[in-house]
Each structure stands twice: as C-alpha cells, then as structure tokens.
C-alpha cells in the first residue's frame, strides 16, 4: 500500500504564495509520473497539474499556468506544487496522487492509482 501525504497548505491572502509538498515515506516515487489535483466545495475534483517520473516534462490546467508550479526531488521522494499569486478561486483541498506510468502525462484521476489524505489551501479576498 501506499501512502502519500501533503502537507503545507493553510489560509492565505490573495497574492500570496504556498509551496505545498507531497511524500511516501516507503514507496519510491521516482519510477511514477505524478499529479495534483484540487477539489473545491460542491464541485468535482479537478486537474491541476502533473509531471513525469524524472521531471522532464509537465503538464498543467488552463486555469493555473503561470501562477502554480509542480516539480519534483527523487532523491527526497517528494513532490511540490508552488503556487504564487493566489486567488479566492484556488480555494480547495489539494490531493497528490502517483500516475500509473512513467512518461506519460494524464489529466483524468482514472489514471491515478494512489491519492493522499489532502491538504487544505484557503484564499482570502
């Protein structure tokens, strides 16, 4: 099994920066391409962004280029989402969840196979 846990979300103004981290603490991650995800209140989850196991490549939604950045650290096993310039709309429990694969780059959660707990990030007007 494994186990993915966020952490570094909380409650921050618009225009503000969070820098949300993503770890298993016994499952290397390096050989998985991997994802965040955001769900919002009484909305579905959705893509936010993703990139492939050795970081070369990524992927993001049209509503967050620009603004929020994901990388990755093999050799901590962990992975990030920065996220700057903040907005009310960015409100939402933040998952990060391990791609199927490697190389490949998916936005649909049905090629996501493990998803951590969530953090929440809340943006204040």
């Known amino acids: 099994q494994v186990q993915l846990v966020e952490s570094g979300g909380g409650f921050v103004q618009a225009g503000d920066s969070l820098k949300l981290s993503c770890t298993a603490s016994?499952?290397?991650?390096?050989?998985?391409?991997m994802g965040w995800f955001r769900q919002a209140p009484g909305k579905e989850r959705e893509f936010v962004a993703a990139?492939?196991?050795?970081?070369?490549?990524?992927d993001y939604a049209d509503s967050v280029k620009g603004r929020l950045t994901i990388s990755r650290d093999n050799d901590k096993n962990t992975v990030y989402l920065q996220m700057n310039d903040l907005r009310p709309g960015d409100t939402a429990v933040y998952y990060c969840?391990?791609?199927?694969?490697?190389?490949?780059?998916?936005?649909?959660?049905?090629?996501?196979?493990?998803w951590g707990q969530g953090t929440q990030v809340t943006v204040s007007s």
């Open positions: 969840a391990r791609g199927i694969n490697y190389n490949c780059l998916y936005q649909s959660s049905a090629y996501y196979d493990f």
């Open positions: 016994e499952s290397p991650l390096r050989t998985y391409a």
């Open positions: 990139i492939t196991g050795s970081g070369s490549r990524t």
